[in-house]
């Protein structure tokens, strides 16, 4: 279970990714600025709990192109690892 801490932070992605796609921000400019949010907060980037929590937003929940734009800013940036574009994108094969 992850601690209250670590729970508030993704809460926080969360919340930040929403109010990026509400406002039509640069998918690349998200990705920097949750980047340096992580980095401030001492979570490494390559991370799968930031990947599992992307997947769970934006590919089952938030499924639209605009959101698809934010993950691969994720993983051009190397914030998550590329298992995630399989986790995502290509559910049918597994």
């Known amino acids: 279970m992850a601690e209250p801490k670590q729970s508030s932070l993704w809460d926080a992605v969360i919340m930040q990714t929403k109010e990026a796609h509400e406002n039509g921000s640069d998918p690349l400019l998200w990705s920097m600025e949750v980047s340096s ?8 980037l390559l991370s799968m709990e930031l990947a599992g929590v992307l997947v769970s937003h934006i590919c089952w929940e938030n499924n639209v192109p605009i959101m698809r734009k934010f993950l691969e800013k994720a993983l051009v940036l190397n914030m998550v690892p590329s298992i995630l574009f399989w986790l995502c994108f290509l559910p049918g094969l597994f």
Request: aromatic share 0%; glycine share 12%; no cysteine.
């Open 37 to 44: 949010n992580l980095s401030s907060a001492g979570v490494s």
